[in-house]
T-cell receptor, first 117, second 114 residues
């Protein structure tokens, strides 16, 4: 089946520190991979995505590379800011057979990031 | 372009009651998905509607149901509420539905069952 495992939080960093949040997945077909971010009291916002192996998604200084050989999609940022404090979710959507529309999102448990000034 | 809207934002009900939540997708989006978010279970998929048809369903009891209207707006209903139904219910819309298509989430409806 399909599943996502991401590192347990919470993660606490000082401003300008390097961030890595690990994410690994299991998929039966051809997954697309996503990172979503949730700020307090809000819904989820798409941070970045990658739709095939070796693709790199990037946005707002965050990056993640789709590694099929290690079934991973780790999130990184070189220098975090206080405003990056949020919960980060790794997710996959598995089309299964090509042309199928079964693209529900499977989420990891989320990683709480707190950045101190 | 307006985002996904959900109403109401907060709801308090008692056990045994039923509740209806509403979701208005982004204009032009035909797919609406619903997710339940709880501290214990995380984000769990409820169902997806596309062009008024339920196309995909998660592993929830029959007390959870939904529908989609011709304007793509969607409602979900929970009957005979249980304490464990307390959660944040998130709606997401996309142009064609999952897969490579980006899903845009609403702010959620916080349901508390007393």
């Amino acid at each position: 089946g399909n599943s996502v495992t991401q590192m347990e939080g919470p993660v606490t960093l000082s401003e300008e520190a390097f961030l890595t949040i690990n994410c690994t997945y299991t998929a039966t077909g051809y997954p697309s991979l996503f990172w979503y971010v949730q700020y307090p009291g809000e819904g989820l916002q798409l941070l970045l995505k990658a739709t095939k192996a070796d693709d790199k998604g990037s946005n707002k200084g965050f990056e993640a590379t789709y590694r099929k050989e290690t079934t991973s999609f780790h999130l990184e940022k070189g220098s975090v800011q206080v405003s990056d404090s949020a919960v980060y979710f790794c997710a996959l959507s598995d089309l299964g057979d090509r042309g199928s529309t079964l693209g529900r999102l499977y989420f990891g448990r989320g990683t709480q990031l707190t950045v101190w000034p | 372009k307006a985002g996904v809207t959900q109403t109401p934002r907060y709801l308090i009900k008692t056990r045994g009651q039923q509740v209806t939540l509403s979701c208005s997708p982004i204009s032009g989006h035909r797919s609406v998905s619903w997710y339940q978010q709880t501290p214990g279970q995380g984000l769990q998929f409820l169902f997806e509607y596309f062009s008024e048809t339920q196309r995909n369903k998660g592993n929830f009891p029959g007390r959870f149901s939904g529908r989609q209207f011709s304007n793509s707006r969607s409602e979900m209903n929970v009957s005979t509420l249980e304490l464990g139904d307390s959660a944040l219910y998130l709606c997401a819309s996309s142009r064609l539905g999952g897969g490579h298509n980006e899903q845009f989430f609403g702010p959620g409806t916080r349901l508390t069952v007393l």
